[in-house]
Every structure is written in structure tokens, then in C-alpha cells.
């Protein structure tokens, strides 16, 4: 199994910044973490970026500027650098991550990390 832990979340006001987390553990397995989504109350879950293994990226519209996302692949972790956090930007963001073994891929999600931006 893999464990997704999404940490750095909190209150925030509107133009602060915070910076997420997303640590992947599963010692037989091929650890490729991908995007960060977000689903705030009443809304659909929706991409706000993605990262691929050779490190191109890429960004919602609505946080293109704003949002830098990142990875350390020696460490499994990802990250999301979000400056000048806008209201809109509240809920609940989560990690998704792929992993190999045997030759065959599986998807995880974390719990997710709570974003709430006041205006």
C-alpha cells in the first residue's frame, strides 16, 4: 500500500501565502507524485496543477502567477507554493499520486489539507 499525507493548509487572508505538502510512502513501490486538486463546498473537485517526472507543469487559469508546483523526488514529496490567495482559492486540496509495481500502476488520494482565505 501507499500512504498520501497532504500537510500545510490553514487560515489565511486574502494576498497571504501558504505552502502545501504532499508526502508519498510505499517502500516496493515506484512513487510518482502528480497534481493537486481542490474541491471547495458545493463544487465539483477540479485540477489546479500537475507535475510530470521530467518536471514540465501545469496550471489552472485561474491560479496561472499565483500557484508554483514542485517536487523532490528523493524524498517522494511534492509541493504547491500558493502566493496571493484570493477567497476563491478556499477548500479542501488534495494530493493525487501514481505508483508502480510489477509493471502495473495505481492511483492514491490523500485526505486532503483544508485552504480557507479570508477576504
Known amino acids: 500500500q501507499v500512504q498520501v499525507v497532504e500537510s500545510g493548509g490553514g487560515l489565511v487572508q486574502a494576498g497571504g501565502s501558504l505552502r502545501l505538502s504532499c508526502a508519498a510512502a510505499?517502500?516496493?513501490?515506484?512513487?510518482?507524485?502528480t497534481a493537486w486538486y481542490r474541491q471547495a463546498p458545493g463544487k465539483q473537485r477540479e485540477m489546479v496543477a500537475t507535475?510530470?517526472?521530467?518536471?514540465?507543469?501545469s496550471y489552472a487559469d485561474s491560479v496561472k502567477g499565483r500557484f508554483t508546483i514542485s517536487r523532490d523526488n528523493a524524498k517522494n514529496t511534492m509541493y504547491l507554493q500558493m502566493n496571493s490567495l484570493k477567497p476563491e482559492d478556499t477548500g479542501d486540496y488534495l494530493c493525487?499520486?501514481?505508483?508502480?509495481?510489477?509493471?502495473?500502476?495505481?492511483?492514491?488520494w490523500g485526505q486532503g489539507t483544508q485552504v480557507t482565505v479570508s477576504s
Open positions: 510505499g517502500s516496493t513501490f515506484t512513487i510518482n507524485p
Open positions: 507535475i510530470s517526472s521530467d518536471g514540465s507543469t
Open positions: 493525487y499520486v501514481r505508483a508502480g509495481r510489477d509493471g502495473r500502476w495505481y492511483q492514491y
